[in-house]
DNA sequence: TACCAGGTGAACT
DNA sequence: AGTTCACATGGT
């Protein structure tokens, strides 16, 4: 794999990254597995990395654009400090190193039109295929960078539904061109406030509230927000109890009982879930806490995604 | 085959 | 303001 040949590269010592598990959550979805390490891109850069230890080894990127791709700064430790839910902290611990990203704007909302209905893996593939088709591939490198808005505005839908887009190549084409004219700006919402930025993204077509708040998380850095699917639905309404709740509702208790950094224990129990590694305690359990805590028969399993 | 997936938007009560 | 329905595609 030849990524920038004599460009930028080295490697740093991390306190705490779990780059597989980072690049798997359902945040960004080019990353590709290429022996021991990733290739893929951050923006218009093409970039291998490899994590031995606490070491990463970086090509093609500088080390600044990278700690800030990877948001490396953040305290994941006062992070998971924030929130003392016992099935929470069990999810932590078990989502050590997994950093929310902080990806290109246009990319992530333009990626996110994609995920309505559609698992990770599908998601992925519809990403793939419009860099295949629509982006221009990388100096020196197979690798496309994700479609300018120009580049896909200037498509037909139907040219977008080949790439197996279905219902979601109206709204990727409307947006798109929102944006190619100028009319609707990612990087202006940097400045708003969360509920600003959140009722602005809405206004394009093919986003509602919850991809609005997988934008907010996953590229402007608004970690408060819980961006509720039916996995952090099923959760948080078992946190809750059996009676049954808007989205609405669910969304305002997990901003409550999640805590200041609610997106980032959303991932973490989204993450769990959807690799059926989440447990939950039984909804109410005649048996004292003491036992339903060594008797896993007591516990309840979130079901297990369709694998894709 | 039937069901499900990181929902949205329009048309209904 | 809450409920219902159509909307494409691909995997189990």
Redesign the pocket.
């Known amino acids: 794999m030849s990524i920038s040949p004599r460009s930028k590269s080295g490697a740093l010592e991390i306190p705490e990254l779990d780059l597989a598990m980072t690049l798997n959550?359902?945040?960004a979805f080019h990353w590709t597995a290429m022996g021991e390490g990733w290739t893929g891109c951050i923006g218009e850069t093409a970039v291998f990395l490899r994590q031995k230890g606490d070491k990463l080894e970086f090509r093609g990127i500088g080390e600044k654009d990278l700690c800030h791709y990877l948001a490396l700064d953040h305290d994941l430790e006062a992070i998971r400090a924030s929130c003392d839910h016992p099935v929470v902290r069990e999810a932590s611990l078990g989502c050590r190193g997994l950093r929310i990203l902080r990806q290109p704007r246009w990319e992530c909302l333009a990626t996110f039109i994609l995920?309505?209905?559609?698992?990770?893996?599908?998601i992925r593939?519809m990403s793939l295929a419009l860099r295949a088709r629509f982006g221009t591939p990388l100096s020196g490198t197979p690798i496309p960078a994700f479609p300018s808005a120009s580049a896909l505005a200037e498509a037909t839908e139907q040219e977008l539904?080949s790439c197996?887009?279905?219902?979601r190549a109206?709204?990727l084409l409307g947006t798109a061109r929102l944006v190619a004219s100028g009319e609707f700006d990612p990087e202006a919402l940097s400045t708003l406030s969360t509920e600003e930025a959140r009722d602005a993204l809405?206004s394009?077509?093919?986003?509602?509230?919850?991809?609005?708040n997988?934008i907010l998380l996953f590229a402007y850095g608004r970690l408060e927000v819980v961006?509720v699917?039916?996995?952090?639905g099923r959760i948080l309404g078992s946190f809750r109890g059996r009676r049954k709740a808007?989205p609405?509702e669910l969304e305002r208790y997990g901003e409550r009982v999640l805590g200041p950094y609610a997106g980032y224990v959303?991932?973490w129990l989204?993450h769990r879930a959807?690799t059926g590694l989440l447990e939950l305690p039984a909804k109410k359990s005649t048996k004292s806490k003491a036992t339903a805590r060594t008797a896993t028969p007591s516990r309840r399993r979130i079901p297990r995604?369709?694998?894709?």
């Open positions: 959550s359902g945040q995920s309505p209905m559609k698992q990770v893996a599908h593939q539904r197996g887009l279905g219902f109206k709204g809405c394009l077509p093919g986003i509602g509230r919850k991809v609005a997988c961006p699917d039916v996995w952090i808007t609405a959303q991932q989204f959807r995604p369709v694998t894709g």
